[in-house]
Every structure is written in C-alpha cells, then in structure tokens.
C-alpha cells in the first residue's frame, strides 16, 4: 500500500497467528515492523546520544507534541528547520499529539469541544491545545508520522457516558485535525482508535475512522492500568477491524510478554519509556525478566548484564561496576543501562521478526515465555487466553 510520501509493504505473514513483518518506507528512513519505538519526549532520548540510537540500529523514535510545543516551541522549531535538524537525528520520527497529557496533566488541564486548556506545571503559563494547534506544532516538529488529537480518557475510568462523549469527540477531531494538516506531501497522519473497554463504541470509532483516506492506524486509550483480560480484548477488536494494508500502532507498550501477544493479535508499531526509565531505577532487561543492578548480589558479580548482548555496556563493563555506580548515584549508571535496556528492546523485536520470517513465531513465543515465566504454571491467564485466540497454545 502506498500513501503520499508513505508505502507500507507486508513481506511476510505468521501462518498461524495474525503477526507479519513489514517495510514501512518513510521521508527519513525505511522501517522495519513490529517495530518498539523507543520515546524521546523532548527531543531526546535520556541518556543516550542519536549516534548511539543509529549505531543501536533504532529506524524510529518518539517525540512529543505537548512539552515540545511549550519547549523549545513552534517558532524555534521552524528556525531550526523541523526536530530532525534541532536534535541530529537523520531517521525517522513520529510525535504523539498531546492528547495523553490529559490523563498525565489531568489536574492541570480543562476540556471542551474547542481542546484542551493546560496550565504549565512550573511557570503557570496557558496553552491551548486545540485539534489545529496541535497539528500546526506537528507541522513545525516535521515528524513523518504525526497523530490526531484525541480526546482521552484513563481506562480505568467508570463513567460510561464520559467514554462515548471522548470516542465521538476524538472522530470529530479528526476531522479537524485532517482540515488543519499543511504537509501531506511529507507527514503522515494517523487517527487514534478510542472506545475505551467497550467493544461496541469500539467498533463505532473503526467504522468512522476507517471511512477517512488515512495512511494508518493508532490503537488507543489502552495500557493505563486496565484489566489485561480487558486490553487483549480490546486490542483484537481493533485489529480486526483495520485494514490488512496499512500500519497498526498499539500506544504505549513496551513490556516483552505484551509485545509478544500483541505482535500475534496483528499490532505492528509500539512505544513506550518503560526500557530508559527502568533503566534509571537500576533495572536491567534480560530475557528472564529484569536484574536489579542496585541488589547486594551483584557487588562481587563480575559478569555482563547478559553474556550474548553486543551493546557496548555488556562488553565492557561488570554488574559488580554497575552496581557499584548506582551505590554512588553516579549518571554513568543510568546511561550504561539505558544503552543496554534499548539494544534489548531492538534485539527483541529483530528476533520477532526473523520467528515471523521463518514461519516458527508460534514456537518462539512458547520458548520466550518458558524462559521469561520458569513453568507453565506461571503463564499469566491473559497471555494464555489471548494467545489461544490465535491458535498459539502456551498450555
């Protein structure tokens, strides 16, 4: 499928579940999918340099909307020439709008049909961020991918009437957000699929959305604290009701079992800063789980995070230094494990991607889970359930 300046091409499919590989070719590079985006909130992602990220091998990243618009803002944006040139990053970028800073900010921000009103959280100050102010920051970033502004609403709120006003809301912003979009020739807009848990308002939002002449798709107003019985659900529904040629971003995801499942329910774009914020906590990614460099266990523990990784923290540097950098607080800490923790991600997906190839996913799904969980009877229920939906039986 080609769109504008954006071709998504389906090079391969599992034969059992709903996961495929993908080129998804944009202004700034050629992209791999399933693909984890690693998030650079303002610019950057905390800890590592761009010539890191390349040397990484990371296609794509995160910026976003909301603290990009209150700093550096629009006009330093234009100046610089769009936040490929500010920040020194070659490949490709995707901004989320700002719209989830309205569950984040929730205290901070007032909602109406115009947008929502934010009050900056140090200096007081007031933006407006409308469906156009939005876009016309998202214009001034320059991102190839560039998201709608939609209204949000934590899924764990219970208040029925407030998911249909937000799901309706979100499709009539759309609209304005496509009205308002200057740069179709080399920016790509993706609507956000809304419903919360509900099935019903769920599909109302694909039925409305998939009538647009959109590129692709983003799944949202997921992955904040809801019942996971709930979210595989409403992730297969959104699938379902997508279309087979063009990209589906699932937001905010980023743990290596949920990527799993949700590379096999046909989701092909994720993102989430779980991989650098655990990092800063002293938490390293392996494929058992994590490894807390803070633990007393790894003062005298004079072997890499893990024995097969090529990062260049795992090849030069011991748990027994980490932790000793993390005893004394010290920066370095937090950067060598980000560093490790975003290869990991990178690893993790390349290594989805060659099972889907290969024609073996199903198989390395239930190999990754035996080494991430120890014994079947640890199998999260939701994970087993979601996966037998797809014909993968974990048990």
Same mark, same amino acid.
């Given at each position: 499928?080609?769109?504008?300046?954006?071709?998504? /091409?389906? @090079?391969?499919?599992?034969?059992?579940?709903?996961?495929?590989?993908?080129?998804?070719?944009?202004?700034?590079?050629?992209?791999?999918?399933?693909?984890?985006?690693? @998030?650079?909130?303002?610019?950057?992602?905390?800890?590592?340099?761009?010539?890191?990220?390349?040397?990484?091998?990371?296609?794509?990243?995160?910026?976003?909307?909301?603290?990009?618009? +209150? #700093?550096?803002?629009? $006009?330093?944006?234009?100046?610089?020439?769009?936040?490929? #040139?500010?920040?020194?990053?070659?490949?490709?970028?995707?901004? $989320?709008?700002?719209?989830?800073?309205?569950?984040?900010?929730?205290?901070?921000?007032?909602?109406?049909?115009?947008?929502?009103?934010?009050?900056?959280?140090?200096?007081?100050?007031?933006?407006?961020?409308?469906?156009?102010?939005?876009?016309?920051?998202?214009?001034?970033?320059?991102?190839?991918?560039?998201?709608?502004?939609?209204?949000?609403?934590?899924?764990?709120?219970? /208040?029925?009437?407030?998911?249909?006003?937000?799901?309706?809301?979100?499709?009539?912003?759309?609209?304005?957000?496509?009205?308002?979009?200057?740069? +179709?020739?080399?920016?790509?807009?993706?609507?956000?699929?809304?419903?919360?848990?509900?099935?019903?308002?769920?599909?109302?939002?694909?039925?409305?959305?998939?009538?647009?002449?959109?590129?692709?798709?983003?799944?949202?107003?997921?992955?904040?604290?809801?019942?996971?019985?709930?979210?595989?659900?409403?992730?297969?529904?959104?699938? /379902?009701?997508?279309?087979?040629?063009?990209?589906?971003?699932?937001?905010?995801?980023?743990?290596?079992?949920?990527?799993?499942?949700?590379?096999?329910?046909?989701? /092909?774009?994720?993102?989430?800063?779980?991989?650098?914020?655990?990092?800063?906590?002293?938490?390293?990614?392996?494929?058992?789980?994590?490894?807390?460099?803070?633990?007393?266990?790894?003062?005298?523990?004079?072997?890499?995070? #893990?024995?097969?990784?090529?990062?260049?923290?795992?090849?030069?540097?011991?748990?027994?230094?980490?932790?000793?950098?993390?005893?004394? +607080?010290?920066?370095?800490?937090?950067?060598?494990?980000?560093?490790?923790?975003?290869?990991?991600?990178?690893?993790?997906?390349?290594?989805?991607?060659?099972?889907?190839?290969?024609?073996?996913?199903? #198989?390395?799904i239930k190999d990754y889970f035996l080494k991430l969980f120890k014994t079947p009877l640890s199998y999260p229920s939701w994970a087993v359930d979601s996966l037998n939906s797809v014909g993968v039986r974990l048990k």
């Amino acid at each position: 499928m080609k769109y504008g300046v954006m071709s998504m /091409d389906v @090079v391969a499919r599992c034969s059992t579940t709903k996961a495929r590989v993908g080129k998804l070719s944009l202004p700034h590079h050629v992209v791999d999918t399933p693909v984890f985006m690693p @998030v650079g909130t303002q610019g950057t992602l905390k800890g590592l340099t761009t010539k890191q990220l390349e040397k990484i091998g990371i296609q794509i990243m995160l910026g976003n909307t909301y603290h990009l618009g +209150n #700093q550096p803002g629009e $006009d330093i944006l234009e100046e610089a020439g769009g936040l490929h #040139q500010f920040m020194g990053w070659p490949r490709a970028l995707l901004t $989320d709008s700002g719209g989830f800073q309205m569950v984040s900010l929730l205290k901070l921000s007032e909602l109406s049909e115009e947008g929502v009103q934010f009050e900056h959280p140090r200096d007081k100050s007031i933006m407006m961020l409308s469906p156009e102010k939005s876009i016309a920051i998202q214009n001034a970033i320059g991102a190839d991918i560039i998201m709608q502004l939609d209204d949000v609403v934590s899924s764990t709120e219970t /208040d029925a009437k407030r998911f249909k006003e937000a799901t309706r809301r979100s499709v009539r912003w759309l609209d304005r957000c496509i009205s308002a979009h200057k740069r +179709n020739g080399d920016q790509c807009l993706f609507p956000i699929i809304q419903g919360g848990l509900d099935e019903s308002l769920r599909k109302e939002c694909l039925h409305e959305m998939t009538s647009r002449v959109v590129p692709g798709f983003a799944i949202g107003g997921l992955s904040g604290g809801e019942c996971k019985d709930d979210f595989w659900k409403m992730v297969t529904t959104s699938t /379902d009701g997508l279309p087979e040629d063009k990209p589906r971003y699932l937001m905010g995801v980023g743990y290596a079992a949920d990527l799993i499942v949700c590379v096999a329910l046909g989701c /092909d774009m994720f993102d989430c800063v779980f991989p650098t914020r655990t990092a800063r906590f002293g938490c390293a990614l392996v494929p058992t789980g994590q490894i807390s460099l803070k633990n007393v266990s790894c003062s005298k523990d004079f072997t890499p995070i #893990q024995e097969d990784c090529h990062c260049t923290t795992c090849k030069s540097y011991t748990k027994a230094y980490l932790y000793m950098l993390f005893r004394a +607080n010290h920066p370095s800490a937090c950067h060598m494990v980000s560093v490790h923790n975003v290869m990991y991600q990178f690893n993790l997906m390349r290594s989805i991607r060659e099972a889907i190839k290969n024609d073996s996913y199903p #198989q390395f799904i239930k190999d990754y889970f035996l080494k991430l969980f120890k014994t079947p009877l640890s199998y999260p229920s939701w994970a087993v359930d979601s996966l037998n939906s797809v014909g993968v039986r974990l048990k």
